[in-house]
């Protein structure tokens, strides 16, 4: 009887344990906003970008497979919370409001808000320049809560879309956008007559956002992040993206 009870009590936490563990082989349902170069866009009707490849490289590592949906970012977190999928990659910074309610994995990348003008402009030459300025910024990004508080002089432009943020600087309805530091490179590099301020607004990090009820696949996630720097992924990826290994 002793031995039929501690058979059954081990098979009671190995079931418990194997719910708790990441289940290998299943689909991972994220959400992306793919208009933010070069962490996630499209490119001949694909996303694409350093963020997409390195989420399925992370999966490849777990032996899963991903499923994108593209939405708005700023229905990420919300879209979290109400569990319509099951994590959120769209070089999201990670903050305490955010850490709230949705969980990160550990930091993938630098990164911080930025300045971008026109190239030609000498009346900015840092954020305390933004007063009676016209500035983009994304709805949903800290970009808008953060120029609230502390830039408040300067007259932010609020759009839905990273394409419109910078499209409106480019034909000259803003005179400055802020914006993440690795895209605003990207779109300067691509844009000549743009260029990026010295001056970092801030200093920030890029984290995975997943639901707060799957701590399993946070860790799996952890797991897979230190194994594709182990073994030189994220260095390629880096390099291929950014044309520099952090």
Do not use: C
Not at 44 to 58: I, R
């Amino acid at each position: 009887m002793k031995n039929l009870k501690k058979a059954a009590l081990g098979m009671a936490m190995a079931l418990a344990f194997a719910g708790a563990a990441h289940a290998e082989g299943r689909t991972i349902s994220v959400a992306t906003d793919a208009t933010f170069m070069p962490f996630e866009f499209q490119q001949d009707g694909k996303m694409t970008g350093f963020d997409v490849e390195l989420v399925e490289a992370l999966a490849k590592k777990m032996g899963d497979t991903v499923k994108w949906t593209q939405i708005d970012f700023k229905g990420l977190i919300p879209g979290l919370i109400a569990k319509r999928f099951e994590m959120a990659v769209s070089a999201i910074y990670i903050t305490d409001a955010r850490k709230k309610v949705v969980d990160f994995t550990n930091t993938y990348y630098p990164g911080g808000l930025v300045v971008l003008t026109k190239k030609d402009d000498t009346s900015i030459a840092g954020p305390a320049d933004l007063a009676g300025k016209k500035v983009s910024v994304q709805v949903g990004t800290k970009s808008v809560a953060y120029m609230a508080k502390n830039y408040p002089d300067a007259q932010l432009v609020e759009v839905e879309k990273n394409d419109e943020m910078f499209n409106l600087l480019k034909i000259g309805r803003v005179e400055a956008a802020v914006t993440g530091k690795p895209a605003a490179i990207n779109y300067a590099k691509l844009n000549p007559e743009v260029k990026v301020l010295p001056k970092q607004v801030t200093t920030e990090e890029y984290g995975m956002a997943v639901r707060k009820d799957l701590p399993e696949l946070t860790a799996g996630l952890n797991k897979a992040l230190e194994e594709v720097k182990a073994d030189g992924t994220y260095d390629a990826l880096v390099k291929k993206w950014f044309g520099e290994v952090k």
